[in-house]
């Protein structure tokens, strides 16, 4: 399913777009996605099908000290080449490029609220240390001995308190769940960045137009 495609992501080809996600990233963002022309996004449920953590430049990596980490420093050469994203697909955990995400229809920006740097280092390794570990297509976040995308997240970051409802019988956590929760006084995640792109191009939208278009995708 995860191959199946009828068309590249609207926001695929502005350079714009991709411009201005990379001006706003911060450490340990993650970024929701969804490209309405590929299968799998069509058959995940609300507007968003997949979430993706930005690490951050090596340089940054460095001053956090994670490099000190004799595991954690394998990836550094992958990293310092660009890979500096970190996400749970159909290949398992693994690295990608910022622009490897731009396939996509919709790219929504979250920041997470850390207690410290300490915190930030240690969900960083966390990451790193899941390199590897397959996919989880059975969507059960009650169990990680294989991660799906935002299972991977909340398994490395709890204190984030990522929201999780049970589907099929299952508790699993959905990215629409993030997103809303961003939206809402109190949540350790911050909606800092929303692009939509579509066949004549693409815009900035706001909370307000964010919370509708995911309470519309609901709807259906």
């Known amino acids: 399913m995860a191959r199946v495609s009828w068309r590249r992501g609207y926001l695929s080809s502005q350079n714009g777009a991709f411009v201005r996600m990379i001006s706003v990233l911060s450490p340990l963002d993650i970024i ?32 956090l000290g994670v490099w000190r980490d004799e595991a954690a420093n394998v990836h550094r050469v992958a990293i310092r080449g660009g890979k500096t994203m970190i996400e749970a697909d159909a290949r398992g955990v693994h690295l ?91 949540s350790r995640l911050q909606a800092v960045l929303y692009l939509k792109g579509d066949s004549s191009g693409w815009r900035a939208a706001d909370s307000r137009e964010l919370r509708a278009d995911v309470a519309r995708a609901w709807s259906r």
């Open 32 to 63: 929701l996605v969804r490209n309405g022309g590929s299968l799998s996004s069509n058959n995940i449920p609300g507007l968003f099908s997949h979430a993706v953590v930005y690490l951050g430049p090596d340089r940054g990596l460095q001053r």
């Open 96 to 186: 990608s490029t910022p622009a490897s995400i731009m396939n996509t229809d919709r790219l929504l920006v979250l920041r997470p609220e850390f207690a410290g740097r300490q915190c930030r280092l240690r969900t960083t390794l966390a990451l790193l240390e899941h390199l590897g570990t397959p996919f989880d297509f059975s969507f059960n976040s009650s169990e990680n001995t294989r991660l799906f995308c935002t299972e991977l997240i909340d398994h490395v970051a709890p204190e984030l308190g990522l929201p999780s409802r049970t589907f099929y019988g299952r508790p699993t956590i959905f990215p629409d769940h993030l997103a809303e929760a961003a939206t809402r006084p109190g």
